[in-house]
């Protein structure tokens, strides 16, 4: 039985915008993944490029995670098109430096995955590298102040979560061989 005026929001819906959103916005997973790659290899000289799109679609599928992204590419989007009230306008189009929302709004995707997530967030947001750089950007006309932030999110969020995978899988293999030599 169903409530006429219940509202109901449909998880498949939101899931399948938010990757809409960020193909329309110029960001694939394999750009993503690619700075998983860039911030795990060191610690992971085995890791692939698939297995960190994988991770990547992994915290994607967080609602938590789609919830920031929509949030954030919409707050760019009405900056770009000049509908958001003075002084706001100004900080999100000119991302102004000590306007730290942006930061706060990708933070939650970071919180999803642990404190391995703040350090990466830190480095990437710092250095830009990849996809960061061209978000970051301004020539192109478009505002991304929210969305450079949310992408570096997603990238430490998927590196933290590859990482202590990772450590998992290696604990195991000792585990195995710890067992075995002790039943030999």
């Known amino acids: 039985m ?17 990757e809409e ?32 799109v994988a991770s990547v679609e992994r915290v994607l599928s967080k609602r938590e995670v789609q919830n920031a992204i929509l949030t954030g590419i919409q707050l760019d989007l009405l900056a770009e098109e000049g509908k958001l009230l003075p002084p706001l306008q100004d900080m999100i189009k000119y991302d102004e430096g000590l306007y730290g929302c942006d930061e706060i709004l990708a933070l939650s ?52 979560r590859l990482a202590h995978r990772k450590q998992a899988e290696r604990e195991a293999v000792q585990e195995a061989l710890d067992e075995g030599g002790a039943s030999g």
């Open 21 to 52: 959103w960020l193909t329309k916005r110029g960001v694939t997973k394999e750009q993503i993944g690619q700075l998983v790659m860039l911030l795990q290899k060191d610690y992971f000289p085995e890791l692939t490029l698939a297995e960190c």
């Open 2 to 18: 169903s409530e006429p005026n219940v509202y109901r929001l449909n998880s498949k819906f939101v899931a399948q915008s938010t």
């Open 109 to 160: 995707i970071v919180n999803v995955y642990g404190s391995i997530g703040f350090t990466n967030f830190g480095y990437i947001d710092k250095f830009k590298p990849g996809v960061l750089k061209k978000l970051n950007d301004k020539s192109s006309g478009q505002i991304h102040t929210f969305l450079d932030d949310i992408v570096g999110a997603i990238a430490a969020a998927a590196s933290s």
